[in-house]
């Protein structure tokens, strides 16, 4: 539930010009990011100060925090890797910085890398793919041109795109071996946080998302109201950044599928199938009204150690999208619903040795996996999908910002609904 600040309400007496930058790096992570959104601005800060100097547990809240699986919700039916994370697709990292000022600042960097090496000259394969393209999402073209990702994947804020492109540009340039670089396809993607964040204050720097990259790790993911997730809100309620994966019996090849979404999107809710928003009695077109309140944007980021093409990774990020319309959204008018997938490989990289001109005329031969054998990857990529968003609402707190308060999902509510 979105509850408005009255314009003329008292601002909170946290306004110091204090910023607070946390990175999400502890296999308690998840929680810890919890801290950072916490129920009032007061609090949420002085927890964030305490975790990010102290590295002390996170104390526990009245309200529920679980990632879907652990409460029994398992979409569909393939398995998870080890982790239910992107990060289970070996080699990828992932990291955030969130950003909290005052009562007015609740937004954030997170950081996706194929790879731990120099990626801008091991370029992975990719493919793109946007359902309703109401966004930004800086180097989307040069990937559907030439089907491929050599920088890392950055989400943040719709106004904070440019500084998102500066960090990631600053960053590879900056890599041993990239002294004669001269153009850099940063990949930025956004939602539009500007209900709980001071958008206009465009208070993302593009240290921040180097900061984020260089955080960058394997293992456990944060998710919830932390990095790009920290401001978003989802069919009404805090939404935030979630992760899930698949895995692929043998028979099936035995590959990895990994999401990591940012939910900043709405539409009908429905959780495995059941129909939670006209239960909780939050939902678009409530009374038949059109009050704009499904528009926003999702972001969906595909990982896979499939060994696939360019073109069958465009296939798989099409798959992904399959995922958010199961969770009720209609993809509105209003919404710029996107994702991106790549292939870490090492028989699909595109390495410099691989781009080299061949003197023999003959050219690079790289094996792919065959189109007959894609349709287990696009369940996988549709399953993990889904979860990610769950995970992405079940992990989110309510949160205080710059023009109101953003309910969590009531998941003792929830989770009784699902039980009927």
């Known amino acids: 539930m979105i509850v408005p600040t009255p314009a003329n309400a008292p601002r909170s007496a ?18 810890l990011a919890m801290g950072a959104a916490a129920v009032h601005p007061a609090t949420a800060a002085s927890h964030v100060i305490n975790a990010a100097r102290t590295l002390s547990p996170p104390q526990k809240t009245d309200a529920l925090q679980v990632r879907a699986r652990d409460v029994g919700i398992t979409p569909g039916v393939l398995p998870t890797g080890p982790l239910n994370a992107i990060t289970d697709v070996e080699g990828v990292r992932v990291g955030h910085v969130t950003l909290i000022r005052g009562d007015s600042v609740r937004t954030g960097v ?16 990719a493919g793109f793919s946007a359902a309703n393209a109401f966004g930004k999402f800086a180097g989307s073209t040069q990937i ?3 089907g491929e990702i050599e920088t890392p994947i950055v989400l943040t804020n719709t106004l904070s795109v440019p500084q998102g492109m500066e960090g990631v540009i600053d960053w590879t340039l900056r890599q041993p071996g990239n002294e004669n670089v001269r153009s850099v396809n940063a990949v930025v993607g956004e939602t539009n946080d500007g209900f709980l964040n001071d958008i206009r204050g465009r208070h ?39 992760t899930s994966s698949r895995q692929l019996p043998e028979a099936l090849g035995g590959w990895t599928v990994g999401v990591l979404v940012q939910t900043n999107y709405g539409g009908i809710l429905q959780i495995d199938g059941v129909r939670v928003g006209e239960a909780l009695g939050q939902f678009y077109l409530d009374r038949f009204v059109d009050r704009g309140d499904a528009d926003g944007s999702v972001i969906v980021v595909v990982a896979t150690n499939a060994p696939l093409s360019d073109r069958n990774l465009e296939r798989l990020a099409h ?3 399959y995922g ?5 959204s209609p993809a509105t008018n209003g919404s710029g619903d ?57 992990m989110a707190q309510t949160t205080i910002g710059h023009r109101g308060t953003v309910e969590a999902l009531p998941l003792r509510r929830v989770l009784d609904l699902m039980e009927r």
């Open 144 to 146: 559907r041109e030439l």
């Open 204 to 242: 993302v720097r593009a240290h921040h998302v180097v900061e984020a990259i260089e955080s960058a790790r394997p293992g456990p993911v944060a998710e919830g109201g932390v990095g790009a997730g920290t401001g978003t809100v989802s069919f009404g309620w805090k939404g935030g950044i979630g």
């Open 110 to 125: 997170t950081a996706i890398l194929p790879h731990g090496g120099n990626l801008y000259a091991d370029k992975v394969p």
């Open 338 to 394: 996107y994702a991106v997938s790549f292939s870490t490989h090492e028989g699909v990289r595109r390495t410099p040795e691989r781009r080299a001109p061949d003197p023999g005329g003959t050219g690079t031969v790289l094996a792919e996996w065959p189109n007959d054998r894609m349709s287990p990857l696009f369940q996988a990529a549709v399953e993990a999908s889904e979860e990610a968003i769950y995970n992405a609402l079940f």
């Open 14 to 31: 946290l306004r110091t010009g204090l910023f607070l930058v946390v990175f999400l790096l502890t296999p308690w992570a998840d929680n």
């Open 319 to 321: 798959r992904a999208l």
């Open 324 to 328: 958010v319309p199961r969770t009720g």
